[in-house]
């Protein structure tokens, strides 16, 4: 009889189907997998900016800028500039090296719209222009209006000593309502009105010097844009607002009586200007130090300053900050101890400022910027040392995000901000500001103030590569490589 052979297990039968399924499995998960690393790509790690808010100067810009046209369909985005880049001269470059300069727009602080300033700004701009030849750029009216008030509060206070409790009560008081209006050329009617014991209120090139307990000026703002042929409009007017410091109006002092009779010989009264005419914003020094000379020839030519007695014309000690905290120092300290000057109009750069205000406030006399508009100022100062006619950053940042978020519509940004004091403030307060309204921040990049140190294709590739970068808000604060020793 034939052996009979047993069936096989079931468990062999399966086997192929088991091993069929897994394989399923395991390729439904790895697609799984690679959808999800493509989409957490796509959101996360390929996020783009809609615009870049760039913080800096015409300087860095000149490279920056046509990198970025010329890869920009490698890197596409809106830029947003700050005020730093408001200029004619950088803008007509951008147009030679074959930029677009059309899609350009900015923010920056701009005077009011009244009648005042129309007068104010058109008889300053007349005598700029006879004296000068041209008109001024952008802080040239400033730094007339930081050299005219001074004169004034010397007048009023009756004291060469900037640093008095005096001569800051008048500085605030000349420069505040109520009283009768100063414009920019009419020193014989404000020494008339002084020396009367008459209020006065100082109705500025720039707009209303309205100095608060801060030393600082409120503004309005405006979106700027370019036409075809480089020129610079006015695209949007943005009143000032919830983001502007409030003025204090000083008790009002009486300037003691001058005598009559004929003026004694004048004695110089020396003041410092520190401007940038060499460095990265040698764009916007020489016309701040324009204002300064055509201010002191308005003050000198109609009677100059009388102080107990004593009769004082303006002299002024022009210094270059280079944009660059060391030479400014330096040029402060040659300024203090050989010029022996009374006060410091300057610099031009927050960082140069500061370096300057080392030197000056232990030398015991006052600085008034009209460019820095670092938010640092507004508390690091502890001795009312410091003063400006162009207003904070903290103003300006706030209405740029609010153009940017309200009125662009955009929702994600990324900032290139010079790595200063002015650029780590105004990007400070932008992004914080712009995030506080329900915005991303992807990337924080900053640059060197240097031009020559500036790598454009290498910074502009951190700016757009995806996880490159930080999004962290820089802390505007005094750096050590900022200050300048006074016995330098």
Do not use: C
Request: net charge negative; aromatic share 10%.
């Amino acid at each position: 009889m034939e052996e009979q052979k047993p069936p096989a297990p079931e468990m062999a039968k399966a086997a192929p189907k088991r091993r069929a399924l897994w394989i399923a499995i395991a390729v439904i998960v790895v697609v799984v997998i690679v959808v999800a690393a493509a989409l957490l790509g796509g959101l996360f790690a390929g996020a783009k900016p809609q615009a870049i808010f760039f913080v800096g100067y015409p300087g860095e810009g000149d490279k920056l800028i046509p990198t970025w046209w010329n890869n920009r369909a490698q890197w596409p985005a809106a830029w947003l500039y700050s005020e730093g880049l408001l200029d004619t001269s950088f803008i007509g470059r951008l147009k030679t090296a074959g930029v677009d300069v059309t899609t350009i727009e900015g923010t920056a602080p701009v005077p009011p719209m009244s009648s005042d300033y129309n007068t104010s700004s058109g008889l300053f701009n007349a005598e700029y222009q006879a004296m000068f030849g041209r008109a001024p750029k952008l802080y040239g009216p400033n730094s007339y209006d930081a050299m005219f008030v001074l004169a004034m509060a010397f007048q009023k206070a009756q004291t060469t000593d900037t640093n008095s409790s005096a001569f800051k009560a008048a500085l605030r008081a000349v420069s505040n309502p109520p009283g009768v209006a100063i414009r920019p050329g009419e020193w014989a009617k404000a020494l008339a009105n002084i020396t009367a014991g008459n209020d006065v209120d100082y109705q500025g090139a720039s707009g209303a010097i309205n100095f608060d307990q801060y030393g600082e000026v409120g503004s309005d703002y405006e979106a700027w844009s370019v036409n075809a042929s480089a020129g610079i409009n006015q695209k949007l007017f943005i009143p000032e607002g919830t983001w502007t410091t409030s003025s204090v109006h000083s008790a009002t002092i009486h300037a003691s009586a001058v005598p009559s009779g004929p003026a004694a010989a004048a004695t110089n009264l020396p003041i410092g200007t520190l401007f940038d005419l060499t460095g990265a914003l040698k764009d916007f020094g020489p016309d701040q130090q324009n204002g300064t000379i055509l201010a002191a020839a308005d003050v000198n030519s109609a009677g100059g300053i009388t102080v107990a007695g004593t009769n004082y014309n303006l002299q002024l000690f022009h210094e270059d900050d280079g944009t660059n905290p060391t030479t400014a120092g330096s040029a402060a300290t040659k300024l203090v101890t050989l010029d022996s000057v009374k006060a410091l109009i300057g610099a031009t750069s927050s960082g140069a400022s500061l370096a300057a205000f080392a030197v000056i406030a232990p030398a015991g006399i006052i600085e008034i910027s009209s460019s820095s508009t670092s938010p640092v100022f507004t508390t690091s100062d502890t001795t009312d040392q410091f003063w400006r006619t162009a207003p904070s950053d903290a103003l300006q940042g706030k209405a740029a995000s609010w153009y940017a978020f309200t009125h662009r519509g955009w929702r994600t940004m990324s900032i290139l901000y010079v790595d200063n004091a002015y650029g780590r403030g105004l990007s400070s307060v932008f992004a914080a500001d712009f995030r506080a309204r329900g915005g991303t921040v992807l990337r924080i990049v900053a640059f060197p103030v240097d031009p020559t140190q500036v790598d454009a294709n290498s910074i502009l590739q951190t700016l757009f590569t995806p996880g490159a970068g930080t999004a962290y808000i820089p802390t505007a604060t005094w750096r050590p490589t900022e200050f300048v020793a006074a016995s330098r």
